[in-house]
């Protein structure tokens, strides 16, 4: 039974109500027509007030998500844009758009590497840019609950080099303001490869202001940088403040308390009573990187579940905390997204004792 509008309707109550089903849930596969944009195919996903974009031509990796009309995400100055806007080297920022979720690996996180091999790897990796190899969509009805999904198969393989694939869903359900992702990445090389994977998850205004804080239960925290340190010196990590001209960014390194095998953070705005919580499985995503940037006009706050550093692959390698995975081998991640807004805002805030920063 879904929850639509303040009411708690069966299947058959729905169906009485619309006539078809894509006047309040459905995909529809779109292409952009014009910009930077032009070429570059998206899933168009509607659940009620919960509508997001999946861009196909880049890992299937969350573009834009709205609720109830409202923008959860944070979109760069250059906008949203193809692959064929790839920019490595210094100018890789050029090709960075954010949205909500852009994932980075595998074979680099962090900026830039030039491996003794004469080969470079680029900032935040490959998988960025790496189109769906296949992809679908459905949608159907299971007992009174409409389901929505989304899959894609998205490959980093080189000749004489790495064959990881990763094998992607994206799901709702109608009623509930919740995306959630599951990855399956395998190793088809005969040989192992080094795996870094970061969910770079990207907040920005309306939902990201002034007295916007962050939730999470931190057992570890430090920071990467003198930057960080002398931030953290002036304020706690997880408060914000309004935009500030020329502000540095701030990069903090979390381990998260866990619970049934899972952790989670939150960014709650006490002013529009809205927030997004991450939740994640963290066997193979033990850290939480967090990305502070008070910046005028890059002003974002980034919550990252990982398994390495954004420091790139040889400070991993030098850390001996590189995670490899094995030829043959497979792993499986899951996140979810959960958007909180009116009653579900409030229970989460108060069951945590947050209603306000102090």
């Known amino acids: 039974m879904a929850e639509l509008f303040g009411r708690r309707l069966t299947k058959a109550e729905i169906l009485r109500r619309v006539g078809s089903m894509e006047a309040i849930a459905g995909i529809r596969q779109l292409v952009h027509a014009g910009g930077r944009a032009r070429g570059m195919g998206v899933y168009q996903v509607v659940n009620e007030s919960l509508m997001f974009t999946l861009n196909i031509d880049k890992c299937l990796d969350l573009g834009s998500v709205y609720s109830g009309g ?65 992809h679908g969509a459905t949608t159907c009805w299971q007992g009174d609950e409409y389901h929505m999904e989304v899959t894609a198969e998205m490959r980093e393989a080189a000749l004489f080099g790495e064959n990881i694939v990763m094998r992607r869903t994206v799901s709702t359900r109608l009623g509930e303001s919740a995306i959630h992702i599951r990855d399956e990445i395998e190793n088809e090389n005969v040989h192992d490869a080094p795996l870094m994977l970061m969910y770079h998850i990207n907040v920005g205004y309306p939902l990201l202001d002034e007295h916007a804080f962050a939730v999470f239960d931190a057992l570890s925290t430090r920071c990467r940088d003198a930057v960080a340190e002398a931030g953290l010196q002036k304020q706690d990590c997880r408060a914000f403040g309004a935009p500030t001209d020329g502000e540095h960014e701030q990069v903090f390194y979390h381990r998260l308390a866990e619970r049934d095998g899972r952790s989670s953070a939150a960014l709650l705005n006490p002013d529009l009573r809205l927030g997004l919580q991450i939740e994640y499985a963290n066997a193979e995503l033990p850290n939480l990187i967090q990305w502070k940037c008070k910046a005028s006009g890059d002003y974002v706050m980034g919550l990252e579940p990982s398994n390495c550093y954004p420091e790139g692959l040889l400070a991993q390698e030098k850390s001996d905390e590189l995670r490899v995975l094995r030829a043959g081998e497979s792993i499986h991640t899951e ?24």
């Open 70 to 134: 409202v923008p959860l995400h944070f979109v760069a100055r250059g906008g949203e844009m193809a692959p064929l806007w790839f920019h490595d080297g210094p100018n890789a920022s050029k090709s960075i758009t954010g949205g909500m979720l852009f994932t980075c690996g595998f074979s680099n996180v962090g900026p830039m590497q030039s491996l003794s091999t004469g080969r470079t790897l680029p900032q935040h990796g490959y998988l960025r840019t790496s189109p769906a190899c296949l």
């Open 335 to 358: 996140l979810t997204l959960r958007v909180l807004r009116g009653e579900a805002f409030e229970n989460f805030a108060v069951g945590r004792g947050v209603c306000t920063w102090a």
